[in-house]
């Protein structure tokens, strides 16, 4: 199938030298809006509580409305793609987006800045996946190894700044600016994508499955809703358990219905393709697991079992995020080299070997080893993901571009949410017994992740040297 993609972009994309460099940098914009938007909050609801009249607590729904909005609506992309073009729905996303932050600058209200933000998040969901089909289908997959790298850079800048601006703002200016700064963004994004964006689109138009969203976004949200309130020991176990059993049940039935529809709001046969099966649905998935309960459970050990301080845990597990951004500049390097499988098949065993070193962390461990640890910690994991994300698209035909980003980006919430979830589960029915969580809880799911992190291996193991190939660049001899 690899070598039908590339004779496929060959005759398609031969002009793709006179595709503007500017096509990735208007994604990377709209990246960089929808990743600051989901942590700039944070630092800015004690300033919107007392403009709204609210305290604090209750203004964790700002946060949650944002990201299952994201959740609900990243399936759209890909039928919003092929109903209107990528350039018209790309635009119409970023102008939503844009809108929607005026409206949550203008909220006079709890309720209404609560739809607003919900409004963001649709035009965030279908940014992220629209701009990611528009970078694959500009470039052959030779380029788009680099592209995306950079792009990635962009979404890992918002968790990195958004607290800061979102603070800055608040403290010297007004939390409303948080929202009113997008407004000049997103109009230069839709100006830039309305330029420069294919505007090809299909024929023949695919209608909606208005009962596949219903039934994924449903069970989206009742399972990102249920493995949230895993984490809040004051709420009874049976009502969580009951809520996470029932959108098991209903993405069951939204499965076995894409499966069936001819025109599915998740292409579930895209699983059928073996180097995304692994790279992500089974291989990305447990590694996905493993090691985002590391940056839940690590500042939580750090509270909790060494009685640091809030802001000196962020400090020291921010490091992670520096490591992860650094690597982003010498992935297609590394990967030109070894190639996805050698790469992963390596990288494997000492991200689950880094995962279980947490567990010998003490509180009288010196600050510098700290740092470097999840510094280097950082980089690994960057590297995993980075590499399993690119090959995940490798042998993707450019037809099936828009389907594959929504389902996507659906498994990797879908994995993250469990991820958090079952941890957060795990640390209570560990530390329900003293009434509070010890260090030795902590040691004990360190080892736990990095035994899931691990089980990656296997399935990583049967990917080819070839896998891949045409997108890392890497040169398999005896391939030709």
């Known amino acids: 199938m690899s070598a039908d993609i590339t004779a496929t972009e060959s005759a398609r994309l031969d002009q793709s030298g006179g595709v503007s460099l500017l096509v990735p940098v208007t994604v990377a914009f709209g990246v960089f809006m929808t990743s600051l938007d989901q942590n700039v909050i944070v630092t800015a609801l004690p300033g919107i509580g007392e403009s709204l009249a609210r305290p604090p607590s209750e203004l964790g729904l700002l946060v949650t409305v944002y990201v299952a909005s994201l959740i609900v609506s990243m399936p759209i992309g890909s039928w919003a793609a092929d109903r209107f073009g990528l350039r018209n729905a790309y635009c119409v996303a970023v102008l939503i987006f844009g809108a929607a932050s005026a409206l949550c600058g203008m909220a006079g209200g709890l309720w209404t800045l609560v739809g607003a933000r919900a409004l963001q998040g649709f035009g965030g969901a279908l940014m992220g996946t629209l701009g990611q089909v528009t970078v694959l289908q500009s470039f052959p997959r030779s380029r788009t190894l680099k592209i995306n790298m950079y792009i990635s850079l962009a979404g890992q800048t918002g968790p990195l700044v958004g607290p800061l601006v979102g603070g800055a703002l608040t403290t010297y200016v007004s939390w409303r600016w948080i929202f009113f700064i997008n407004i000049p963004i997103a109009l230069v994004v839709a100006l830039f994508g309305a330029v420069l964006f294919p505007s090809a689109r ?279």
């Not at 470097?372 to 980089?379: K, L, T």
């Not at 296997?458 to 890392?472: E, N, W």
């Open 202 to 480: 299909k024929s023949v138009r695919t209608p909606l499955d208005l009962t596949g969203f219903g039934l994924v976004g449903v069970g989206m949200v009742l399972l990102v809703l249920g493995m949230d309130s895993m984490a809040e020991k004051d709420l009874a176990i049976g009502p969580i358990l009951f809520q996470i059993t029932l959108a098991t049940a209903v993405l069951a039935v939204a499965s076995f219905h894409c499966l069936r529809s001819p025109n599915p709001i998740l292409d579930l046969k895209l699983l059928r393709i073996r180097t995304f099966r692994i790279s992500f649905a089974t291989g990305g998935g447990l590694d996905t697991i493993g090691m985002s309960a590391v940056m839940f459970l690590l500042p939580l050990m750090f509270q909790l079992g060494f009685g640091m301080s809030a802001v000196r845990a962020g400090s020291l597990t921010f490091v992670a995020a520096v490591g992860s951004l650094l690597t982003r500049f010498v992935m297609p390097m590394v990967l030109r080299r070894l190639g996805f499988r050698r790469l992963l098949v390596i990288n494997t065993p000492i991200c689950a070997a880094l995962v279980a070193g947490f567990a010998l962390f003490q509180a009288t461990t010196p600050v510098w080893i700290v740092l470097a640890y999840i510094f280097v910690f950082g980089v690994f994991r960057s590297a995993q993901w980075a590499s399993s994300g690119n090959l995940s698209y490798s042998d993707i035909a450019p037809e099936q571009l828009a389907r594959f980003s929504a389902l996507y980006y659906i498994l990797w919430q879908l994995a993250v949410a469990v991820s958090i979830g079952t941890a957060a589960a795990a640390l209570s029915l560990l530390s329900s017994a003293k009434g509070h969580a010890a260090t030795g809880d902590f040691r004990i799911l360190f080892i736990a992740e990095a035994l899931v992190t691990l089980s990656a291996l296997f399935a990583y193991l049967k990917l080819t040297p070839q896998d891949g190939a045409h997108v890392s660049g890497n040169v398999v001899v005896g391939s030709e």
